[in-house]
C-alpha cells in the first residue's frame, strides 16, 4: 500500500515539493487530529477507506483511539 501516494491523491497541498520533486500534501491524523504530510515518515501511518468511501489517515500509534470513534 503507497499511503504517500494516497496522501497525495486525497490531501490538501501545502505548496512545496519534496526530494522527488512531487507536491507535499497534508492530511489529518482522525486519531490526535494532527497534521500527517507526505513528505514525512510514512512508515508509521495507516490508511483505510471507510465502508462509505471516505479516506482515513492514521498514526499507527493513534489506531486504538480512531477505532473507538467507530468511523471503520
Ligand atoms: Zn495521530
Known amino acids: 500500500m503507497d499511503v504517500k ?3 497525495r491523491t486525497s490531501g490538501k ?3 512545496k515539493n519534496d526530494i522527488e520533486g512531487q507536491p ?4 489529518l ?3 490526535c487530529r494532527k497534521k500527517i504530510r507526505s ?4 512508515r508509521r501511518v ?3 477507506k471507510t465502508k462509505s468511501g471516505r479516506d482515513l489517515f492514521f498514526h499507527t500509534d493513534c489506531m486504538s ?3 473507538k470513534q467507530g468511523v471503520f
Not at 24 to 27: A, G, L, R, W
Not at 39 to 42: A, E, P, V
Request: charged letters at 20%.
Open 5 to 7: 501516494r494516497m496522501i
Open 13 to 15: 497541498p501545502v505548496g
Open 24 to 27: 507535499v500534501c497534508e492530511v
Open 29 to 31: 491524523c482522525q486519531g
Open 39 to 42: 513528505d514525512s515518515d510514512l
Open 46 to 48: 495507516g490508511y483505510v
Open 65 to 67: 483511539e480512531v477505532w
